[in-house]
C-alpha cells in the first residue's frame, strides 16, 4: 500500500499554517494538498484496476472449473450409456437366441405330433382287421342313446259356453250417422 502522503509533516505544516502566513507560504500548502489528493487518486485506479483484474482472473477460472466438471460428468454419462447399450444389446442377443429355441422346440413338438398322427393314420389304413387292442388305442365313443320320448296326452279343455252378443261397433256408428 501506499503511504498516507499526509503524514506528522504534513500535520505540523498545518498547524504552522493556521498561524499567520504568507500567501507564498498558503500557495505551497495548498499544492502540496493536491500533490496528495493526485496520488491518493492514482493510488485508489491503481487498486480498482488490480481488483478488476483479480475478478476477471477469478471468473475465468471459475468458467474453466465448471467446463472441466461438465466434460468431466458428460464423459462419465457418455461412459455409463454407451456400458447400457452393450447390456441392451447382450440381452437382446440372448433373448433372439432363447426365442429361438423355444421356437425350434416347439417346431420339433409339432412336427413329432403331425408324424405321429400320420403313422397313425396310415396303420389304420393299412392293418386289415383292428385286433382288440389296436381299438383300445383308438377308442371311439359310441353315441349316446337318448331315452324315447313320452308321448303326452292332450287334454280337453271345458267348452265355455258363448257370451250373447253384444251390438257391434259398426252397427252402433250407423246409428249416429243416420241421426
Known amino acids: 500500500m501506499a503511504k498516507n502522503p499526509i503524514n506528522k509533516n504534513s500535520m505540523k505544516k498545518l498547524f504552522d499554517t493556521v498561524s499567520p502566513m504568507g500567501p507564498d ?3 505551497k500548502f495548498v499544492r502540496e494538498l493536491l ?8 493510488d485508489a485506479e491503481k487498486i480498482v484496476t488490480e481488483i478488476v483484474a483479480a475478478s476477471r482472473k477469478s471468473a475465468e477460472h471459475f468458467s474453466e472449473a465448471v467446463q472441466r466438471e461438465v466434460a468431466k460428468q458428460l464423459t ?15 440381452l437382446t442377443r440372448s433373448l433372439e437366441a432363447t426365442r429361438a429355441v423355444l421356437v425350434a422346440t416347439a417346431a420339433k413338438s409339432v412336427a413329432d405330433t403331425v ?11 393299412t392293418t386289415p382287421a383292428p385286433v382288440a387292442p389296436a381299438k383300445k388305442a383308438t377308442v371311439k365313443k359310441a353315441p349316446v342313446k337318448k331315452a324315447p320320448a313320452k308321448k303326452l296326452v292332450a287334454k280337453k279343455a271345458p267348452i265355455k259356453k258363448a257370451a250373447p252378443k253384444k251390438p257391434s261397433a259398426q252397427s252402433a256408428t250407423t246409428d249416429t250417422t243416420s241421426a
Open 35 to 42: 500533490k496528495a489528493g493526485d496520488e491518493r487518486r492514482r
Open 115 to 125: 408324424a405321429k398322427r400320420k403313422a397313425a393314420a396310415s396303420t389304420a389304413t
Open 25 to 27: 507560504a498558503a500557495e
Open 76 to 90: 462419465k454419462a457418455v461412459k455409463r450409456v454407451d456400458h447400457l447399450e452393450k447390456r441392451v444389446e447382450t
